[in-house]
């Protein structure tokens, strides 16, 4: 039996400035300004009041450039195929439409004054029409360094060419803009502490401070957590199943949907709880292999349960909902993109503790950002091995603290200082060049906690 449950879920707003000081010095100009953050699967846009600094509007929604692939390197291989100008035209254009729908009814084009923005290294060079053909194999060398300050004109924009435009520096090819926004947000530089920053998206940037020591990678996690590249995802949107309980004893499957009855997809957090349910239920071993029916029952697997595995010529999968238009299933290869993901940060992870010579006991504080982490259930993760086995007190799920950073180097001019100040400070680790990464990510393509 399966039971729906409906889920009044609220997505928190991707930018917001709760907690900077009210006292901060605003931005001279009088009018509104917009913070962006440019993710490789999403586009987050803030509208905020450049002098009460109230956050105004949102819009949320998926990259336009997920066309042309689903991760960074499949947009620099078309980039540098003679697409780049596309790839430009395309965030340069999405964000315009964007700004002109936050701001319906609450400001006139020519009102919104500044524009500051994050996003990783690619995103960045994409949106501002930067060269990268460096970009595409080792050393994996940047067309620029620091901080942009144009306008809008200047990089294409039509209905907005007078925005003063401020793109927050990149750290290095694969530690963005984004990564910068999250370690100045979050003071990952304070010296009486140990902090481990993992930021989960299309690509995970990885930030750990050592009492004042920086350190940072960059672990290429994919987007199944955002829904794409998997059989039945989609974003955290009605209908979306983000919830998942399977019972032992009865078999009974439980799904909670968001706002609706009739589920129509799972969203990341559905298949963080899908992943670890199914351990539970014995079906899913740790080595990531999901066994066929015969197997089930032969290991005396609730027979309820057991009937939902399945086969077809793309391998085997669990069916969680059964529905005329396609059923809602997790496949084999799902399972493989998740476990890789997880490993990636995991093994990335376990890199700059090493790097930095502590062990994942002595951090004090572990934040877990982006907007799909705040709402995942930790036991599920931690059931895995996504999140560290770690006392929940330890924890803090801080959502898009990139897009938070976005906002206050909108209305805060020392915040840009303190983003220029630090980059020079981090320790930059390229995973590809670490001897010990690839034993490390193998080991961690178990699906068990760490």
């Given at each position: 039996?399966?039971?729906?449950r409906?889920?009044i879920?609220t ?11 009210s ?9 509104y300004?917009a913070?962006?953050d440019?993710g490789t ?5 803030g ?8 956050h ?10 997920t066309?042309?692939g689903?991760?960074v ?5 078309h ?10 035209e395309l ?11 936050a ?7 020519h ?6 923005v994050?996003?990783?290294t ?7 029409d930067?060269?990268?053909s ?16 144009i ?7 039509k ?15 694969h530690i963005?803009?984004?990564?910068v926004?999250?370690?100045?947000s ?5 010296s009486d ?16 401070n050592n009492?004042?020591k920086i350190?940072?990678?960059s ?11 998997v ?20 078999g ?5 949907v968001i706002k609706?009855?009739t589920?129509?997809g ?11 349910e199914?351990?539970?239920?014995k ?12 197997e089930?029952?032969?290991n005396?697997?609730?027979?309820s349960?057991a009937?939902?595995l399945?086969?077809?010529?793309d391998g085997?999968?669990f069916v ?9 299933v ?6 493989r ?6 490993a ?5 992870t ?14 004090n ?7 799909f ?6 036991k599920?993760a931690i059931?895995f091995?996504?999140y ?12 898009n603290?990139?897009g938070?950073?976005?906002?206050m180097a909108l209305l805060?001019?020392?915040f840009?200082n303190?983003a ?12 590809a ?5 690839k ?5 961690a393509?178990e699906?068990k906690?760490?």
């Open positions: 039996m399966v039971i729906i409906q889920n879920y997505l928190e707003k991707d930018i917001s400035v709760e907690g900077i000081d006292n901060i010095k605003s931005a001279e100009t009088d009018g300004g913070a962006v440019i699967t999403t586009i987050a846009v509208l905020f009041s450049l002098n009460t600094k109230k105004l509007a949102n819009i949320t929604e998926t990259n336009l450039q066309r042309y689903a991760d390197m499949m947009r620099i291989m980039a540098n195929m003679g697409k780049a100008a596309i790839l430009h965030v340069v254009s999405q964000i315009e439409d964007m700004l002109e729908r701001s319906e009814g609450i400001c006139a084009v009102d919104i004054k500044e524009l500051a994050v996003g990783n690619t995103m960045c060079h994409l949106f501002l930067k060269d990268l460096r970009m595409a194999g080792t050393p994996f060398t940047p067309a620029y360094k620091g901080s942009i300050s306008f809008g004109k200047d990089i294409g924009f209905k907005y060419s007078h925005l003063s435009i401020y793109v927050l520096p990149n750290i290095a090819a963005g803009a984004d990564a926004s999250v370690l100045c979050e003071k990952l530089y304070k502490k140990i902090q481990l920053a993992i930021d989960i998206g299309t690509s995970a940037e990885i930030l750990l009492k004042g350190y940072a990678c672990a290429a996690a994919g987007p199944a957590f955002e829904g794409k590249s059989r039945c995802g989609m974003k955290a949107a009605n209908g979306a199943i983000n919830g998942i309980k399977i019972s032992k004893t009865t009974n499957i439980i799904l909670d609706q009855d589920p129509i799972i969203c990341g957090s559905g298949f963080v709880d899908a992943i670890a199914l351990l539970k239920a079906v899913l071993r740790e080595n990531g292999y999901l066994i066929e029916y015969d089930a029952i032969k005396k697997v609730n027979a349960i009937k939902r399945g086969k077809n010529d085997n999968f969680f909902y059964n529905s005329l238009k396609g059923d809602i997790l496949t084999q290869k799902d399972i993109s998740i476990q890789l993901a997880k990636a940060i995991q093994a990335g376990e890199i700059l503790l090493k790097k930095a010579d502590i062990s994942l006991e002595s951090v504080e572990i934040k877990i950002a982006g907007v982490g705040k709402f995942i259930h930790p599920s059931a091995g996504l560290p086995n770690v006392d929940n007190s330890r924890i803090e799920f801080i959502g603290a990139a938070r950073g976005a906002a805060d001019k020392n840009r303190m220029e100040k630090y980059i020079d400070k981090v320790d930059h680790i390229e995973l060049d670490e001897d010990a990464f034993s490390k990510f193998l080991g393509m699906l906690k760490w």
